[in-house]
């Protein structure tokens, strides 16, 4: 099978990488190799390589910073996201993009489906379900993923900041009363890649997420003491539950964004132990 794979250097692109089975072919690129917002540039690349299936997972992510960058924002989560979809419409190419969590609201205290309606409430979120939407039209033969919190050892995330925190001393305040699943970026590589490996490949919207539900705090918790348990050195920062409205002002993140993975499960993707996983970001930020 032949894979153009965007994003290549962020945490999921890495794994992505990492984990394709070693007979297909791959050409990944970057935001320096190839721009999506260029739509022909995109198809030019397509046609060139001929690929099986297009994997996206570059985006411009952080939401407090998009919002002073309203016009790239959408540049490139949105019409970049266009442009492969129609690229690998072009060329008979599946396509798996990457969304996420925030499409939601927040005022549900139940998991969300891919049947839910959206309802997003920042400039990001509005940006990538515009993306979802654009590409769903655009390729019939297309996957939405949408995921959450990915965290891994090898990128600046919420666990790798975290731990970096926590080396610096002093109380870390964490938001206590906001709920999601945080979701290891090899698994969902690993679910990307085994989405092409179906006998029948699964068009429109899926979730896909850790299977275990935490605020900033509680998670924050689990890893730091995952550290100490691993390394009795290891000294525990003082953590302080804080409301999200002091925190989040800037980036106004849906307070439970909690996805029901049922429909992604019963395809056979089932997450990890986030034990584990923590674990392994452990190894993978103190290479040990």
């Not at 198809?43 to 309203?70: C, H």
């Not at 690998?88 to 993009?97: C, E, I, L, M, T």
């Not at 990001?124 to 979802?132: D, H, P, R, T």
């Not at 990128?155 to 002093?170: H, I, Q, S, Y």
Request: glycine letters at 8%.
């Amino acid at each position: 099978m032949r894979i153009l794979l965007t994003g290549s250097k962020g945490q999921l692109g890495q794994y992505v990488r990492s984990r394709l089975p070693e007979d297909w072919e791959l050409i990944a690129t970057d935001s320096k190799t190839l721009d999506i917002t260029d739509r022909d540039a995109v198809l030019s690349m397509a046609e060139n390589f001929q690929p099986d299936a297009v994997i996206n997972t570059a985006a411009y992510t952080g939401a407090a910073k998009a919002e002073d960058n309203a016009e790239r924002v959408f540049a490139v989560n949105a019409a970049g996201t266009r442009n492969l979809a129609q690229a690998a419409y072009a060329v008979g190419a599946k396509f798996v993009h990457i969304s996420t969590d925030y499409v939601f609201g927040g005022n549900s205290r139940i998991p969300y489906t891919e049947d839910d309606p959206p309802n997003p409430k920042n400039l990001y979120a509005q940006s990538k379900l515009a993306g979802e939407l654009l590409a769903l039209a655009a390729e019939p033969d297309t996957v939405v993923v949408r995921s959450s919190w990915i965290y891994s050892g090898i990128v600046r995330n919420f666990v790798t900041g975290l731990l970096e925190r926590a080396a610096e001393g002093g109380e870390i305040a964490l938001a206590d009363d906001n709920a999601g699943c945080p979701t290891f970026a090899g698994d969902l590589a690993d679910t990307v890649i085994g989405l092409l490996q179906l006998p029948r490949f699964p068009q429109g919207l899926l979730h896909y997420c850790g299977g275990k539900a935490f605020s900033d705090y509680t998670f924050a918790q689990a890893v730091l003491q995952t550290a100490a348990e691993r390394n009795p050195a290891f000294v525990m920062p003082t953590l302080v539950p804080t409301p999200s409205s002091v925190l989040h002002k800037e980036r106004n993140a849906p307070l439970y964004s909690v996805l029901n993975c049922d429909k992604a499960r019963s395809l056979g993707f089932i997450p990890g132990s986030w034990h584990k996983h923590a674990a392994t970001v452990l190894e993978q930020h103190f290479g040990a």
